[in-house]
């Protein structure tokens, strides 16, 4: 079983749809999420980290319940500039490193 | 700007002949990461710098290697690439290597073709 599983994929939805990507992870010891922002043949960038509360920043709201070891990622009003990969990251500390591990990423297609 | 630099950006290797990739810093970072991501895969993590003190992933190939002759340059080496590392490889930093918040700084990542 990966360490981190999310659905690879495409998600086409049109501009102003709402769409939901998931995660889940297998170390329950896990003890901080992000996700993270992929463009094509582009680095990583890192787009919000996830709380328990949860958390939003503008149109993009993150959740984590950590008792199933999920991780979701809510998008509103989709634009056409969000079309990318969306990696879902998992930090794990040993107690001298952390570790990022990351999910294979969900591809995002927003059209016209 | 910026702050993670790789280069290059592109890298053409001819199959068995040793290349070099590297990653330089102005954060002044104590930690310095190389990953490897394939098409349509999530980054692997291949090793790890902690100042001088190096550390190996348990399933990194022999054939990588890594060099960190100061806090600012960190380079890969691939003794004998296989068209099997094609790929694009990231250079990231961080401050310490135990951090619960954002942590992480990405290079632009280098693409490398074996042919």
């Known amino acids: 079983r990966k360490e981190v599983e999310q659905d690879p994929g495409p998600f086409n939805v049109p501009e102003g749809a709402t769409v939901a990507f998931n995660c889940t992870y297998s170390?329950?010891?896990?003890?901080?999420f992000f996700w993270y922002r992929q463009d094509c043949r582009k680095e990583p960038k890192l787009l919000m980290s996830?709380?328990?509360s949860g958390n939003e920043d503008g149109r993009f709201t993150a959740q984590l319940n950590r008792a199933s070891q999920y991780i979701s990622l809510l998008i509103r009003d989709s634009k056409l500039s969000d079309s990318a990969t969306y990696l879902c990251?998992?930090?794990?500390?040993?107690?001298?490193?952390?570790?990022?591990?990351f999910g294979t990423g969900t591809r995002l297609q927003v059209t016209l | 700007d910026a702050m993670v630099i790789q280069n290059p950006r592109y890298q053409v290797t001819q199959f068995g002949k040793p290349v070099t990739l590297s990653c330089s810093q102005t954060?002044?970072?104590?930690?310095m990461y190389w990953y490897q991501q394939k098409s349509s895969q999530a980054p692997k993590l291949l090793f790890h710098?902690?100042?001088?003190?190096?550390?190996n992933e348990a399933d990194t190939p022999d054939n990588f290697q890594s060099r960190r002759p100061n806090t600012s340059f960190c380079f890969l080496d691939i003794r004998s690439p296989g068209l099997g590392d094609a790929a694009m490889y990231l250079c990231?930093?961080?401050?310490?290597?135990?951090?619960?918040?954002?942590?992480?700084?990405f290079g632009s990542g280098t693409r490398l073709t074996v042919v």
């Open positions: 990231a930093t961080s401050r310490e290597r135990v951090f619960r918040g954002k942590g992480y700084t």
């Open positions: 170390n329950s010891a896990s003890q901080s």
């Open positions: 996830v709380y328990s």
């Open positions: 990251v998992v930090n794990s500390d040993t107690g001298t490193a952390s570790k990022l591990t």
């Open positions: 954060l002044n970072h104590n930690v």
């Open positions: 710098y902690y100042d001088k003190d190096f550390n």
